[in-house]
């Protein structure tokens, strides 16, 4: 791993849903030393304990949509606070507006970007065949990483991993955070900023090898 990512800079793990971030998050997280901050599982887990927070996010993420910025930008200032994050953290899924990253740039700085290709056509089937273990938050699929036997029974799908949804998760990943990648790719021209840009179409431990391997560039 090259030395730079040891700093207290943060890393943005960037790609459409069901590119595989949530995947890759865990071993990233573990060759940096950065914990994963996923606004994504922060949204699961405040509708889940019900907070007046999770009840507002709930209808645009059933729906497909994106949470408001305003909401987003509350929650990772509030992260970005905590003993752990002043490290730098791996975002997973944020920032997906070029509004969150303007205000991430003034929170914390980002000195690495990781997007994960892949094209529209294989992400409905990696999403509609997603499922996860409540007990682990271990994410498993149907076809490309089967669970054990002892797990398989409790496995359980997103709400939002519905091929309907997921259709308009993919619209609104087109419409307000692919163009995001253009606004890192020109930041960098100008900074230090490293963006790579990595093949997610292979399996989970393919793309795991290509990123440890840009890592280590
Ligand atoms: P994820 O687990 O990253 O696919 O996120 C699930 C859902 O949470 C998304 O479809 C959005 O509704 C919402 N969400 C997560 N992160 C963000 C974000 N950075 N900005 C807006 N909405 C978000």
Not at 124 to 129: A, Y
Request: no cysteine; aromatic share 4%.
């Amino acid at each position: 791993m090259s030395s730079d990512l040891r700093t207290s800079t943060s890393i943005v793990l960037f790609g459409p849903p069901g590119a595989g971030k949530g995947t890759q998050a865990g071993n990233i997280s573990v060759a940096t030393g950065k914990p994963q901050v996923s606004t994504g599982d922060m949204l699961r887990a405040a509708v889940k304990e019900g907070t007046q927070l999770g009840i507002e996010a709930k209808g645009y993420m059933d729906a497909g949509l994106l949470v408001p910025d305003s909401i987003i930008i509350g929650l990772i200032s509030e992260r970005m606070l905590q003993d752990d994050a002043s490290g730098g953290v791996l975002f997973d899924g944020f920032p997906r507006t070029i509004a969150q990253a303007e205000e991430l740039s003034k929170i914390t700085d980002v000195s690495l970007v990781i997007m994960i290709e892949v094209p529209d056509e294989d992400i409905v089937e990696r999403i509609v065949g997603r499922r996860m273990d409540p007990q682990t938050g271990e994410i498993y699929h149907v076809k490309f990483k089967p669970a054990p036997s002892d797990v398989s029974s409790r496995l359980i799908q997103r709400k939002d991993d519905t091929e309907d949804t997921v259709r308009s998760r993919l619209d609104a990943y087109h419409l307000q955070t692919k163009p995001l990648s253009e606004w890192y790719i020109e930041a960098s021209k100008e900074t230090q900023l490293r963006v790579i840009s990595v093949d997610g179409r292979g399996g989970i431990e393919q793309v795991s090898e290509l990123i440890e391997k840009e890592l280590g560039r």
